[in-house]
């Protein structure tokens, strides 16, 4: 039983647009919510991070909308670049321990 | 500061030999994860270590894997026999305490069992 679902698999999004990666989780003993984003040949790397007491939370051009009680959170990424083209994966966990992934994303921006 | 390191980067044996990948994590950093990603499927925990101690191994597959961190620092996982299904990138990373700090993620050992 997948404890993170995430959607969709791939995305293409033409450059300055807005990227959209969703992902429901079922436990709710889950109380961080962190994005990673990795590229080819690199582990993932910690890109941002949300717990469940705040709605939304921005980073430059990245945001976490966080919804509590559907039990779903989404990463935005304004106004994609080339060099934003990576797999993301979102996560969760209890006290930042393990971590649970979802399947990924993977974004490719075209000029 | 090196980051977290792993090796081999690419693995390449039959059905039925043994292999065994290295992780160094970030030195000081007592805790040491181990997840696995098959192709297509999300990355799963496998296990954790503080310091030499096993804290939590749940996500092993099978008794074919054994870990091991020898005097806290770096970490070993070998697996024996290899079956075809172990195949994927098995990814190690380290953190500096448990709960509270970022897990480092090291570039990950890709696996193929032919």
């Known amino acids: 039983q997948q404890q993170v679902k995430q959607s969709p698999q791939s995305l293409i999004v033409q450059k300055g647009g807005i990227s959209i990666i969703n992902c429901a989780y079922e436990?709710?003993?889950?109380?961080?919510f962190p994005w990673y984003q990795q590229f080819p040949g690199k582990g993932p790397a910690l890109l941002i991070a949300?717990?469940?007491?705040?709605s939304e939370k921005k980073e430059g051009r990245f945001t976490i909308s966080f919804n509590k009680s559907a039990k779903q959170f989404s990463l935005h990424i304004m106004d994609s670049q080339p060099g934003d083209s990576a797999t993301y994966f979102c996560?969760?966990?209890?006290?930042?321990?393990?971590?649970?992934f979802g399947t990924g994303t993977r974004l490719q921006v075209f000029p | 500061e090196a980051g977290v390191t792993q090796f081999p980067s690419h693995s390449v044996i039959e059905k039925g030999q043994t292999v065994t990948l290295r992780c160094d994590p970030i030195?000081?950093?007592?805790?040491l994860y181990w997840y696995r990603r098959v192709m297509g499927k999300e990355i799963k925990f496998l296990l954790h270590?503080?310091?030499?101690?096993?804290?939590?191994e749940s996500g092993m597959p099978n008794n074919r894997f054994l870990a091991e961190r020898t005097g806290g620092t770096y970490s070993t996982l070998k697996v024996q026999p290899a079956e075809l299904e172990d195949s994927g990138v098995y990814f190690c990373?380290?953190?500096?305490?448990?709960?509270?700090?970022?897990?480092?993620f090291g570039p990950g050992t890709r696996l193929t069992v032919t």
């Open positions: 990373a380290s953190s500096q305490g448990r709960g509270l700090y970022e897990q480092y």
């Open positions: 436990n709710t003993a889950f109380d961080y």
């Open positions: 949300i717990r469940p007491d705040v």
């Open positions: 996560a969760a966990s209890r006290n930042r321990d393990k971590l649970i």
């Open positions: 030195s000081g950093h007592d805790n």
């Open positions: 270590f503080v310091k030499e101690s096993k804290q939590d």
